[in-house]
Structure formats: C-alpha cells, structure tokens
C-alpha cells in the first residue's frame, strides 16, 4: 500500500481523522519520511524551548517584583531609622546629624530617593 493509496483509504473511510494527521501524511508523501521527520522535530523542539523560555520570563518577572518590594522596604527603613535617630537625639538632648538628614531628604536621583547616602 504505498502512501497516496493510504491517504485515499483514510478520506474513503468514515472514521473522522483530525485534518493535522492528513497533514502529516501529506507531508510525508511530498517530502519523504527523513525530512517530514526532521521538521516534525524541529517543531518539537521548537514548542518546548517556547515553553521553558515562558517559565524563565515569569520567573525574571517575579524576581523584579520582589526586587522592587525590597527596594520599597528599605527606603521605608531608611526613613523610620532617621526618624529613631532624631526621637533618640532629642530624648537624650544629643545634636542631631542635620547634614545626613538633608542628605536622606535631598538626594534624589531619577526621580527616586537614594536611601544609600546615609
């Protein structure tokens, strides 16, 4: 039975056959078995590189979440330690740093606050 008699048995037959298996068997008929299996490979590799790409990007995207919560928190305790140092200060009647208070309120650097010049 060689293929066109195959794919003729298959549209004869009233079993419904997925159009995706007539198009394999078409393909196989054209370009021959070596190369209709060298692209069906090629597909799969294609799909699952797709795949385990997606899980990487999800994965950077939920790093960058965290990344931009951290840098949120530790603005906020920058600003809370400054705010113990001056409670602290003025309990113990102690001059407070002025100069690194103006540096943690000033220094603005694109359009956020940098809590590391303290």
């Known amino acids: 039975m060689t293929t066109s ?3 003729k048995w ?3 037959n009233p079993i419904y ?5 007539e198009f394999v068997f078409e393909l196989i ?3 021959g078995f070596p190369v209709a299996i060298g692209i069906t490979m ?3 590799i294609f799909v699952i590189i797709k795949q ?3 899980g990487i990007v999800d994965s950077i995207e939920t790093l960058t979440m965290f990344c931009k919560s951290l840098e949120n928190r530790a603005r906020t305790m920058s600003n809370e ?10 309990a113990l009647e102690l001059r407070p740093d002025i100069e690194r208070v103006a540096r943690a309120e000033n220094f603005i650097e694109d359009g956020k606050l940098d ?4």
């Open 17 to 21: 056959i997925n159009k995706s298996m």
């Open 29 to 31: 008929a054209e370009l």
């Open 52 to 54: 385990i790409l997606q």
């Open 42 to 44: 090629g597909v799969f």
């Open 115 to 118: 809590v590391r010049r303290d």
């Open 5 to 7: 008699d195959h794919t």
């Open 81 to 90: 330690m400054i705010k113990i140092d001056m409670l602290v200060s003025s």
């Open 10 to 12: 298959l549209n004869d």
